[in-house]
């Protein structure tokens, strides 16, 4: 069974930044997987803001990106703000199937 | 402005049967492939399955665990997607969402799916 492995939990100051990482049991992430990154707040739907390992979508504030990093998918935020509080979950694409991973718990204080 | 709007969610039994829909405005659904989405009470994101546009084939792919008792499909004339599920099980509760999936962009709000006895 494929696992996708992301940080439980992260903690950033406002105005920092960090890097959160995707991975896969079947080995090192390339562009075939697809990497997809969604925010998900609490009470809400989740939100797409990475498509494609890189692509951002028209309403993908500028200071997230994605990126594939050491075998890993990657999405890095730089100037956190509050509102960034939320779950981030990657996406992977396995021929056919597409799995999540368990989602990042990003705290900003 | 795209909206996807799921229903059809509700109480059911264990091994009874739901069907779920998703309209879809503001973009042209003929040519978009579709997915469902679901979140377990206060648990993670799974992806249910997928299917492709007529013109790329109408493919579908499900996830493993809802292989042989889910059915997706989709209605180009009325914009709306659908999931079947069959033979439902307590772990089938959550919400279920319609993701538009070329690319991964657009979520619907959701609708709850409780499976109880």
């Known amino acids: 069974q494929t696992v996708v492995t992301q940080e439980p939990s992260l903690t950033v100051s406002p105005g920092g930044a960090l890097t959160l990482t995707c991975a896969s049991s079947t080995g090192a992430v390339t562009s075939g997987y697809y990497p997809n990154w969604f925010q998900q707040k609490p009470g809400q739907a989740p939100r797409s803001l990475i498509y494609s390992s890189s692509q951002k979508h028209s309403w993908t504030p500028a200071r997230f990106s994605g990126s594939l990093l050491g075998g890993k998918a990657a999405l890095t935020l730089s100037g956190v703000l509050p509102e960034d509080e939320a779950k981030y979950y990657c996406?992977?694409?396995?021929?056919?199937?597409?799995?999540f991973g368990g989602g990042t718990m990003l705290t900003v204080l | 402005e795209v909206q996807l709007v799921e229903s059809g969610g509700g109480l059911v039994k264990p091994g009874e049967s739901l069907r779920l829909s998703c309209a879809a405005s503001g973009f042209i659904f003929n040519t978009a492939w579709m997915s469902w989405v679901r979140q377990a009470p206060g648990k993670g994101l799974e992806w249910v399955g997928r299917?492709?546009?007529?013109?790329?084939?109408?493919?579908?792919d499900y996830a493993a665990p809802v292989k042989g008792r889910c059915t997706i499909s989709r209605d180009d004339s009325k914009n709306t997607l659908f999931l079947e599920m069959n033979s439902l099980k307590t772990e089938d509760t959550g919400v279920y969402y319609c993701?538009?999936?070329?690319?991964?962009?657009?979520w619907g709000p959701g609708t709850l799916v409780t499976v109880s006895s």
């Open positions: 996406l992977l694409y396995y021929g056919g199937a597409w799995v």
């Open positions: 299917i492709k546009s007529k013109s790329d084939g109408e493919t579908i």
């Open positions: 993701v538009t999936a070329s690319p991964y962009g657009h």
